[in-house]
């Protein structure tokens, strides 16, 4: 889900079920550095050139389908993405805008590189804060050694550090009067169901972006993107996109949920080296062997995948970074779906309740979202 300034909506190339988008921009943060005397300017420089870099390379999909040199494999996807949009805007609800009506080819792998960080004895992440899209839990890069250049001072401060690639962010609609934001050679390649769910998970941030809730913003952009992600394929997707679809989001709600596990355990021994002040080696012994037993776990879901390889390089890298980023993407959107449900799945009414939500304050929005859960669950 912000860009490189700030809050980049997440995705992983081969394993986006462990974490899902980030969302950003870059023109605004520039001016807001300029206006508050940010002493941090190189960031927002590289930030607003990598998006303006970007944005030259993006050209509208009509031309792409156009040119003769492009493949057919290419067109294939770009006009297959063109059918989503505009499913996105008659059936979803979301916004009919410039953004993802363009393509751009960056010749790289990802679009941006995201940092996060954690104590080493904390799930809560390190933030930074922007003028205008508040605070939130990473810091996102156009340049792959500027973002592990990061990591490492970082690292070198204690923290445990984590650096991922991220196919695709999202400018909250503020650049469309620009072109909006283009598809990308990052993720147009995705399986039917997940290139669906990335481009609404991208415009449900137009709907909505709420200020300093980085959990807030991802939950319901994710929840928008999993329920009409099934709906396209329901309505629209072939018999073997589903089977694909479906077997791909069994192995991503195990692994979720395997991840949930481990961050209420770890979450409870850091909580009981608080409260009962237990010495680090002793927490550290239970820490370690709470993420021992998440990757010999892991290796038994693995096997019963058949071998699929699609999470490994994450579990190998996993700390208390990774597993608290991916928590903003996981945590609410049980209690977004119920809402859905008890919307009547009416996607109008539930965009109305959910900006109803966004004006209370943090503690009360996400407390009245938990009580929705439990009522759909206890009914």
Same mark, same amino acid.
């Given at each position: ?10 995705y992983?190339a081969?394993?986006? %079920? ?5 969302g950003?921009?870059?023109?605004? $943060? ?7 005397? %940010? ?16 944005m030259?390379?993006?050209r ?49 792998r990802?679009?941006?590189?995201n ?9 809560? @992440?390190?933030?930074? %804060?922007?003028?205008?899209?508040? %605070?939130?839990?990473?810091?996102g890069?156009? =340049?792959? =050694?500027?973002?592990r ?10 923290l ?11 400018? $909250? ?7 909006g ?7 147009i ?11 609404f ?13 980085t ?6 952009a994710?929840?928008?993107? *999993? ?6 394929l329901?309505?629209?997707? =072939?018999?073997?996109?589903? !089977? ?18 481990? !961050? ?26 709470a ?34 980023a ?6 609410l ?11 009547? *799945? ?10 109803q939500?966004?004006?209370q ?7 009245? @979202?938990q009580?929705?859960?439990?009522? !759909?669950? =206890?009914?």
């Amino acid at each position: 889900m912000p860009t490189a300034m700030g809050s980049i909506l997440e995705y992983t190339a081969t394993s986006r %079920c462990a974490w899902a988008r980030g969302g950003a921009w870059a023109g605004a $943060l520039l001016v807001a550095g300029l206006l508050t005397g %940010c002493a941090d300017m190189g960031y927002y420089l590289q930030s607003v050139g990598g998006h303006l870099q970007l944005m030259q390379a993006a050209r509208p999909v009509p031309q792409w389908l156009a040119d003769e040199e492009v493949s057919p494999v290419l067109k294939e996807r770009l006009a297959l993405a063109q059918r989503m949009r505009q499913f996105a805007v008659s059936r979803l609800g979301l916004p009919d805008n410039a953004s993802y009506k363009g393509y751009a080819d960056l010749q790289r792998r990802s679009v941006v590189w995201n940092v996060v960080a954690a104590p080493e004895l904390s799930l809560t @992440l390190k933030t930074w %804060c922007f003028a205008v899209t508040g %605070c939130v839990g990473y810091r996102g890069y156009f =340049s792959e =050694s500027e973002a592990r250049a990061q990591a490492a001072h970082l690292k070198a401060q204690g923290l445990e550090v984590s650096v991922y690639g991220v196919p695709a962010y999202s400018t $909250l609609g503020w650049m469309n009067w620009a072109g909006g934001d283009p598809l990308l050679n990052t993720f147009i390649h995705y399986p039917e169901g997940e290139l669906a769910r990335m481009i609404f998970h991208e415009l449900a941030h137009q709907i909505l972006y709420v200020k300093d809730d980085t959990l807030f913003n991802e939950s319901f952009a994710t929840a928008v993107e *999993r329920l009409g992600g099934e709906r396209w394929l329901a309505e629209q997707g =072939s018999q073997a996109a589903r !089977r694909d679809y479906a077997e791909l989001d069994a192995r991503r709600r195990q692994f979720r949920s395997l991840c949930l596990a481990t !961050r209420q355990r770890l979450a409870h021994i850091y909580k009981q080296n608080e409260l009962q002040a237990l010495d680090t080696p002793t927490t550290l012994a239970m820490k370690n062997e709470a993420m021992q037993v998440f990757r010999d776990d892991y290796a038994k879901l693995r096997a019963s995948w058949n071998g699929y390889a699609g999470y490994d390089i994450w579990v190998a890298g996993a700390n208390n970074a990774a597993l608290g980023a991916q928590a903003a993407y996981d945590e609410l959107v049980p209690a977004f779906e119920a809402l859905f449900v008890r919307e009547g *799945r009416d996607w109008p009414r539930f965009y109305d309740v959910v900006r109803q939500l966004a004006n209370q304050p943090a503690v009360q929005r996400t407390e009245a @979202l938990q009580k929705i859960r439990m009522e !759909r669950t =206890s009914g």
